[in-house]
Structure formats: C-alpha cells, structure tokens
C-alpha cells in the first residue's frame, strides 16, 4: 500500500507516523523544504501542488490513497475539484471541513443539533475566551477577566480572521474523541485527556481520559450526533471540557487531527491512518478493533538554554529532519531530532504503561534521564496563565498527568 501526504506540517508527521506503524510505504509533499514531515517520509517531494497540478497527478496517480494533511483552503479546493477525475481515492470530506473550518458555522450546526457548548457572550458574563473563527487549535486564541482584556482579545484575534467568537470560560478537564465515518456507519474512538501550555497549545495527551464512564457516554454520545449531523464521510474530531459532568464542546475539526491519534494507538492498537485507508480503498464502514488496553503520555519537550520545558506541539515545526527513535532516554519512542551533544532540540516523547501509574513513572524517568544526560537543572512546566508557571525541577509537581 502506497500513500501520498500533502502536507509537511503538524498533521503530516502523524499522518507518516501511523502509516509507518502500519507499513504503508509513504510519499510526503510539502512546498516548504523545511517542512518536519518531509525527513519522516519514504520519499519526499517539495513542490506546490496547486502550481505544479501535472506533476502532482504524476504522483497521485501511482499512489493508492491520498490524504490532505494541510488547512490551506485554495489547495483543498483545488485538490477535491481535481480528484473527480482521478480513480485513487482523496481521504477527505470537503463539505464537512467547510463547515468545520468556520467556528461561527460549527457552533450553529452545533446549536441545531442541540449539542452542549460554552454559553455565549455576553449572557456568560467575565471570564470569557475570545477566538478566531477560521483559525485551528490555539492561534489567536486569548482568555478576558475584564472589558479592557476583551477589547484587546478581539483586537489579537482579528489579526487571523474578521470574525470571532466569545465564549465562557469554561474550566475543567479537557477531552478530546476522533470519529471516523462513511456516511452512514460513525465510529467513535476513544477519550482521551489534553493538557494545555501558557499560550493554550496543546502539551500532551493522556490516553485513555481519566472520566467517569457516564462522561465518556455522553460525550461518545455528542461525537456520533455532530458526525450524523455532518453526514461525515472520512475523520473528524470533537474537543470539549468537562462542566457539572457534561462535556461542552468548544471545536469540532473534520481532518486527521495531530497527537490523540498516535497516543490511541499506543494505548488501544488502534491505527486510525489504516482505517482510513482501508475504508476509502477498499469500501465499506470503518473497521476498528482495539487490542489490550494500556496508558500511554505523549508529550512534547524542548531543550534550550540549558532548560528542559514541556511546550504546545507548536515547537515540533520548529524540528530539523525529525526521526523516529525507539527506547531513547527510556520512552517508548521519540520523534525528535536531538543529536549527542546538540543544545536545542525538541521532541515528543511517548510512554505507555499497563497501568496510568506506570506510565507515569515512566514519563517521569525519561524526563530525569533527559535531564541528568544533557547536563539540565532546570524544568519548565508551561500552563495556561491561570495557573502557576515555573517550578524548579526539584519541585515539581508530580502526579499531575493521573491522580
């Protein structure tokens, strides 16, 4: 099976992880050469897709599947008019991303549907979270505990699009559940926890989320509702934070998310690039099935200036021909592109255990090991900016993954 990537960033290196996991020999496409997917890839190709169509269809064409992993509204479009005429199946549902891609169109879909969500401003009062409509994952995303706060929120988030939306600010465990779907048969996948940074970039993934089970119901509940709702025909996801034990979804994205894929498969088996495949190649609903469950924490890490941070996924852009590494400072895999004796590098680190302690532990052990084999006193542990930021290493709260 040969799969072609179009696109380098964030969602393309979970895209070449899974298929690497699931031997499907990959060609990834970026139009920037230093795109961190592009080292991850059995090949690579740097070349606008949209510019240079002819040599793209070339590669298309000798492809069993291809899947978008890019937000690029024009290339998208560009990509589904041009796949009518080919026979290798595109892995994504246009209709259901336009919708997605708007916040101020998801959340009226949402209000039809009925579907729990953050009350909007200003009935919710202070505080509130002001975000871009058409921005993915925390760009131009700024919390308000006052008038002047919310002027200057809007203000930032006008700076990625012209329309916002103003929510409460809802605090509680945030969870997140991919559904896969064919049109007619939606499969949920599995909770798994989020853990934010002080610019609310997501840090790490626990899987599974540690919630009471009539959480998960609903919340397993709301994703196959919105999916129907959709008529989803290939992956979306749903993030909502836990309230009163209800989940109130604050996004919904139909795209291969990054992350919570790859912590599912470490903790269930479950490989949702190879579902897709199979689904788009071969016809039928979604097949899933989950192995032995264990725990797994994915994380991301940076080292610089003699200082190990645990940091959003944003810093793996940043990552020079990142590479995957098995048993690295005693993780299960690394994809990184630390070098012996580099000063700056960073990585996402993934560690399962059978239980969430052990996990844990294991999380723990191979932030000492980083530490005490780079020569590194010192730990950052980024937050949101309602919480505390820095602690030193030796003072670090543990225990804050799983209680």
């Known amino acids: 099976m040969r799969l072609c990537i179009v696109g380098g960033g964030l969602q393309g290196m979970e895209a070449a992880y899974l298929a690497k996991r699931a031997k499907i020999e990959t060609v990834v496409i970026d139009r920037n050469p230093r795109a961190p997917a592009l080292s991850m890839g059995d090949e690579s190709v740097v070349m606008d897709v949209v510019s240079e169509e002819a040599r793209a269809t070339r590669i298309y064409s000798d492809c069993d599947a291809v899947i978008p992993t890019n937000e690029d509204m024009r290339t998208l479009r560009s990509m589904v008019e041009l796949f009518r005429g080919l026979e290798v199946p595109l892995i994504h549902d246009q209709s259901s991303y336009e919708v997605t ?28 979270v002001i975000k871009p409509s058409r921005s993915s994952g925390s760009h131009g995303v700024y919390r308000a505990n006052n008038p002047r706060q919310l002027r200057e929120g809007k203000r930032l988030a006008k700076r990625y699009d012209h329309d916002c939306i103003i929510q409460e600010f809802v605090d509680g465990p945030s969870i997140s559940m991919e559904v896969i779907s064919n049109g007619e048969e939606a499969v949920p996948m599995i909770t798994t926890q989020l853990y934010f940074d002080e610019t609310f970039d997501c840090k790490m993934v626990c899987s599974p989320a540690r919630v009471e089970r009539t959480v998960d119901d609903c919340f397993r509940g709301i994703s196959e509702r919105i999916a129907a709702g959709l008529g989803l025909k290939g ?21 291969l998310p990054s992350q919570t894929p790859s912590a599912i498969f470490h903790s269930h088996g479950v490989n949702m690039v190879e579902v897709l495949v199979e689904m788009f190649v071969n ?4 097949r899933v099935s989950t192995g032995r469950e264990r725990s797994a924490i994915y994380e991301h890490v940076m080292v610089k200036d003699g200082i190990l941070s645990s940091r959003g996924e944003g810093i793996m852009r940043m990552a020079d021909n990142p590479r995957i590494v098995e048993g690295l400072f005693g993780a299960d895999v690394m994809i990184t592109d630390y070098e012996p004796g580099k000063k700056t590098w960073v990585a996402t680190t993934i560690c399962t255990g059978s239980t969430p302690r052990r996990a844990l532990e294991k999380r723990e052990n191979c932030l000492d090991t980083i530490m005490v084999e780079n020569g590194i006193f010192d730990y950052y542990d980024s937050h949101p900016h309602h919480h505390p930021l820095h602690q030193n290493y030796q003072q670090r709260l543990r225990g804050d993954v799983y209680h």
């Open 101 to 128: 891609s708007s916040k101020l169109s998801s959340n009226e879909l949402m209000e039809r549907l009925s579907i729990p969500m953050p009350s909007p401003w200003p009935e919710c009062g202070f505080p509130v």
């Open 235 to 255: 992956i979306m996801d749903v993030e909502a934070i836990v309230s009163g034990h209800i989940p109130k979804v604050i996004e919904i994205d139909a795209r």
């Open 283 to 286: 016809g039928g609903p979604p």
